[in-house]
């Protein structure tokens, strides 16, 4: 009689058990942190401007979720709509140029192994680590003529993205084979056409990783625009935020509907590209 198989079955049902444990553990960790926070949120933007006074976690009296939100679009003469309008032009110009800048940069860094890479490789990692200063920043901005400008909101943008996006594509492009970069150069390819019709075909779950981590940032960014993009028609959708406080008396209900309003977007965007942004950030982690 086989005695081990009991044992070896026994020992399986306990590592399963456990594993439902740490699950249900880690569900339910996840859920405090993240959902009972959003269901605040939506709880107060549905109550009456009243109920959302007491801050408590409970279910409004009068479901007014969708009436607060209609008062945010159009209070201020739809101040929310040019908000909007101005994050998503800020949000699509940014992201367009550092997919494009981080990954001509990082195609260079990973194929060359001289000084040149090595130089831009510390200074990349300096972008990670130092903490951005507003002043000096503010000054080239004046120097330039961009100051208070979506364009030089774009190019402050840009400046602190590209760090990790040259990081995430780096590592991504670490995984193609250098192959195919000599295969199609022996057909007679420039590197540009190498870089184009070769290499950026095959980083698109890195792109998709970089566009949603950025877009996500840029979008929902409160102090850059504060900073760097003063002015009533350069509201973004965050500074919004402003319309509803003051120092007597707050609107919370309309507060937080307005934050519903800015977190819905990002969320969609996150939800839908969930599983290219995981492969996208840890593919780079099997090779190169």
Known sequence: MNIRKPVADKISVRKFVASIWIDAVALIVLGLIFVVPFMFIFLMAAKTRQEAAL???????????????????VFGDHRMLLALWNSTLLTLGSVTLIVLISALVAFVMQRRADKAASVVSSFMLAGLII??????TIFLLQWLGIYKTLFGMIMVDVAYSMPFAIL???AFMGTIPRELDEAAIIDGASPLRVFFFVILPLLRPAIVTVVVTSSVTIFNDFVGPLYFLPGAKNVTAPLTLFSFTSQFLSQWNLLFADVVIITIIPLIVFLFFQRQLISGMTSGAIKG
């Open 131 to 136: 903490p951005p200063a507003v002043v000096p």
């Open 55 to 73: 801050f408590e976690f409970s279910w409004p009296s009068q479901f007014q979720l969708f009436g607060n939100i209609r008062e945010v679009m």
């Open 168 to 170: 995430v594509l780096r």
